[in-house]
């Protein structure tokens, strides 16, 4: 045994250990290298693989200079090298090296993937060569619908948010993100439902949201990515638009500037797709230029324009799941509408009828900041939102009514600053505490000038007088706060909140004309108002909570005392109003299968009116409709029921889904409209009155394996039976609203794509009773036709037909179309485009707009042909 110990102790100190590092040609450790050692004939005596910091070590019995090692890595240059050249320093430098492959042609079929609550889409599976961005390829996804707006719902029902590799980057203001997000960028969109972003509360998950969260490839997550593009038209038109993004773990970005004058509202991209509500009841204005409506067509067709925006949002992470929002934006805008409108209502044995021209010029400024400090863990929440917007928008007007005309300006600025904090920790027994505090502050003063001073019959005698000026502020001050706890226990939660709310306004108004004179007085007794107005709450509410692999289910009885109290001493007003309200509410969701599920909920509700319905001084929202009110606070309460069916067929990609809705409303006000040829009176008096609704909406999406298309279909029916007192006649209204909905997104070849999708509306009026009734239809396609050339030039036509029938008018017929061509240079990332939009140049739109007795033509000048010329640079 000596014999062999002292054998096996010679082998080991015969054998020798070489030792070196690799590093790449930057200086840095290359882990996970193979290096091998092999003799003159190539044989491998010995390997070894390179730890974190690029060293390795391999043990050998062989001790010849002319041994070899060899170093390999995907990605570097493969290295040989002498072990005598190699001991000299014992380091190694390895370079990068370009990878190429073989093309492979993949020609299975798309297809989906589902985990659990969330369902992934490959992009590349739905994605052409002519797409752009992110929401181009969303379209053609099966299940998933993008409305003209922007915004995104899936089988049926609106998207909560969209994520960013799991990142609440753009909050629900995600327009930018679908128009400027590279679809080569994004691996896979999935979709998620039931969404709860909040860590602790996930394991009892009751949410129905549904979010979209986009996955970034990896080699996109490293760089910072964008475009440049500018472009120049006839007649005298701009187009230009910079954005930079960056989505990598720490720090994600996406900024944007924009500017143009060819009908896109850059303000599209901070639209709040589901702004969260909130018992903060106040008007955004009161005061207008005049309702002219907007025609039925997308606004870059309609709209006269000179914009710029600055929309930038940052996101930063921190340890501990500690994450800085920033979302600030500014937008300027000027703005021409030139339209005449007539409308016409019936009233037994009476004919209401108005002529209005416009020549509108408006001015919208919007700067709006938001920074939010986020903590989201399994054992704390908090979310503190610091919020402040300034609207300042000027309007100058030319207007005729019944051939009388005046010229009026409408100065608005309106200011809001706010915080909301919300924190959330869950305590050792499991249980979760809640707290909630929200706070804010605005002022809206609005001033309307109109000169020469109209209805002089009604507000100066019958003599013609210089000039009319209302002036109008409503500063509020509102906060809510509540505390609650949670306790759950398996599959049940119960939460128990108390809280209170305070919303503290004063409406100051007056309504003064100026004579030919210069002296200035009050256009009339009582029009004039310094109303303060006080609401409280004080509340609480259970909320029951139960969940199983199949059964959500919840149920809410929140129960308050309500007090408001506003007093006017110049109208002998002071009074008060106090309530106890039980509002309950109940939801219930079944998982009939893994890809099915039924709905069921009732909602009780009681509601106060607001401010708006209380003050007695006379206001002139517009040239010709003077609104005040005598009546108590309007008080409403109803029952809302709901119920629906979603499918889905993940690997046949088929959804569907179908919802019920009905709804009755009692009210203990009307509003009564005193109507005549030149003016619209409206008061709030004390009148019972009810409301019923019932709705109807089904949808479906299916993709065609063998066509390679998407095609959908959707029906909605909406029946409303509503009352309105006008000219002192009470008419019970009906209307019946039928909308058809079909479209198609096929690949016809590899080279071309095509699109259409048609809408058939039919609007039944009828005022129960007298008689009165309009019917009204219309038929709305839209189509386009994309062909790939020469692998980099892009074609693409698109048209637009628009059919209106209405019973009492003539038929209405429109076609629009546009063409563009694009060229890639992919040597140098840049796209070269030509397009001419509104090829008929159509410059003159009618609209129509029906109720059970009134009709309203507007004829509107919308932009003829423009002819632009575009460069975009992609990085």
């Known amino acids: 045994m000596l014999m062999i110990l002292s054998l096996s102790s010679i082998a080991v100190l015969a054998q020798e250990q070489i030792k070196g590092k690799v590093k790449d040609d930057k200086a840095k450790p290359l882990p996970s290298v193979m290096v091998s050692l092999k003799d003159k004939e190539g044989s491998t005596l010995g390997f070894s693989r390179t730890n974190d910091k690029g060293d390795f070590t391999i043990s050998t019995d062989e001790n010849s200079p002319e041994l070899i090692l060899e170093f390999s890595i995907l990605g570097f240059a493969k290295k040989a090298l002498k072990l005598s050249d190699f001991s000299k ?294 979310n503190n939102t610091l919020s402040v917007e300034y609207n300042p928008t000027r309007t100058n007007s030319n207007v005729f009514i019944n051939g009388v005309g005046a010229f009026q300006t409408l100065k608005q600025d309106m200011f809001t600053l706010s915080n909301d904090l919300g924190y959330r920790k869950k305590l050792k027994s499991g249980n979760i505490l809640h707290f909630s505090s929200a706070i804010s502050r605005s002022t809206q003063p609005e001033t309307l000038n109109i000169k020469p001073g109209l209805n002089e019959d009604i507000l100066n005698n019958g003599a013609p007088y210089a000039a009319l000026n209302q002036y109008l502020d409503l500063p509020t001050l509102y906060t809510n706060n509540f505390a609650s706890m949670a306790f759950p226990k398996g599959n049940f939660v119960q939460t128990y909140r108390a809280g209170f709310l305070i919303q503290q306004q004063n409406l100051a108004t007056d309504l003064t004309k100026m004579q030919d004179n210069g002296f200035s007085e009050l256009a009339a007794p009582g029009t004039f108002n310094d109303l303060d107005w006080l609401r409280s709450r004080i509340y609480v509410e259970n909320i029951y909570e139960y969940t199983t692999d199949k059964i959500t289910a919840g149920v809410r009885v929140p129960v308050s005392y309500n007090s408001i109290n506003y007093s006017d001493a110049n109208h002998g007003m002071d009074k008060s109003l106090d309530r106890f309200f039980v509002n309950p509410s109940f939801n219930f969701k079944y998982q009939t299968s893994a890809e099915n599920y039924v709905t069921a909920g009732y909602n009780f509700r009681n509601n106060l009116g607001t401010i708006d319905d209380v003050y007695s001084g006379t206001v002139l929202r517009n040239y010709r409709s003077l609104f005040a009110n005598n009546a108590p606070i309007s008080e409403s309460s109803s029952h809302a029921f709901s119920g629906g069916f979603n499918f889905r067929k993940a690997i046949e990609m088929l959804f569907g889904n179908i919802s019920l809705s009905y709804s009755t409303t009692k009210l203990n006000t009307i509003s009564s409209f005193t109507l005549t040829n030149n003016t619209q009176q409206r008061i709030v008096l004390p009148l019972e009155n009810q409301m019923k609704s019932l709705g109807l909406n089904a949808g479906l999406s299916k993709y065609l394996f063998a066509l390679k298309s998407t095609v959908n279909a959707g029906f909605a029916y909406n029946h409303n039976q509503y009352q309105q007192l006008q000219n002192d006649i009470l008419l019970p209204f009906e209307s019946d609203n039928y909308i058809y909905k079909a479209g198609i997104e096929a690949k016809l070849t590899k080279f071309m794509n095509f699109t259409y999708t048609g809408t058939y509306t039919d609007s039944k009026n009828k005022a129960s009773g007298t008689g009165v009734s309009t019917n009204y239809q219309q038929l709305r396609q839209q189509s386009g036709l994309a062909v790939n050339m020469l692998k980099s030039v892009f074609l693409n036509f698109s048209a637009e037909h628009i059919f209106t029938k209405q019973s009492s008018q003539p038929d209405l017929k429109y076609l629009f179309a546009d063409f563009n061509i694009r060229y890639k240079v992919l040597k140098l990332k840049t796209d070269l485009e030509f397009g001419v939009t509104n090829l008929a140049n159509v410059k003159s739109f009618e609209a129509i707009n029906v109720t059970a007795n009134s009709l309203t033509v507007g004829t509107y000048q919308i932009p003829g042909r423009v002819a632009m010329f575009r460069a975009t640079f992609n990085y």
């Open 89 to 382: 320093n014992n380091e190694i430098t390895l370079v990068e090296s370009e990878i190429s492959l073989k093309t492979v042609e993949v020609k299975n079929r798309p297809r989906l993937s589902s985990n659990g609550d969330t369902l992934n889409y490959k992009t590349s599976d739905f994605s052409d060569k002519q797409d752009r961005n992110i929401g181009d390829v969303l379209r053609k996804m099966p299940g998933i619908e993008v409305a003209e707006n922007g915004k995104i719902s899936y089988n049926g029902k609106n998207i909560s948010n969209m994520y960013i590799d799991g990142d609440n980057l753009l909050e629900d203001k995600y327009g930018i993100g679908t128009k400027s997000i590279p679809h080569g960028a994004v691996d896979k969109v999935q979709v998620i439902e039931k969404d709860q972003p909040i860590k602790m509360l996930q394991k009892n998950n009751t949410s129905d949201d549904v979010a979209l969260n986009l996955v970034i490839k990896d080699d996109a997550k490293l760089k910072v990515m964008g475009e440049v593009k500018a472009g120049l038209g006839t007649p005298d038109r701009f187009d230009g638009n910079v954005n930079a993004m960056l989505f990598n773990k720490k720090v994600k970005f996406l900024n944007n500037l924009k500017g143009n004058n060819i009908g896109i509202d850059p303000g599209l991209d901070l639209t709040s797709f589901n702004p969260l509500a909130n018992d903060n009841t106040k008007p955004t204005s009161l005061l207008s230029a005049g309702a002219a409506g907007v025609p039925t067509l997308p606004q870059s067709r309609t709209l006269f324009n000179k914009a710029g925006q600055a929309n930038l949002n940052n996101l930063f992470k921190f340890k501990n799941d500690l994450q800085l929002r920033a979302n600030v934006s500014y937008l300027y805008d000027e703005r021409k509408q030139v339209y005449n409108k007539f409308s016409e209502t019936q009233l037994a044995g009476q004919t209401i009828s108005y002529q209005e021209n416009q020549d509108n010029f408006l001015s919208p400024q919007k700067l709006k900041g938001q920074f939010t400090l986020n903590g989201n863990t399994d054992g704390y929440y908090i």
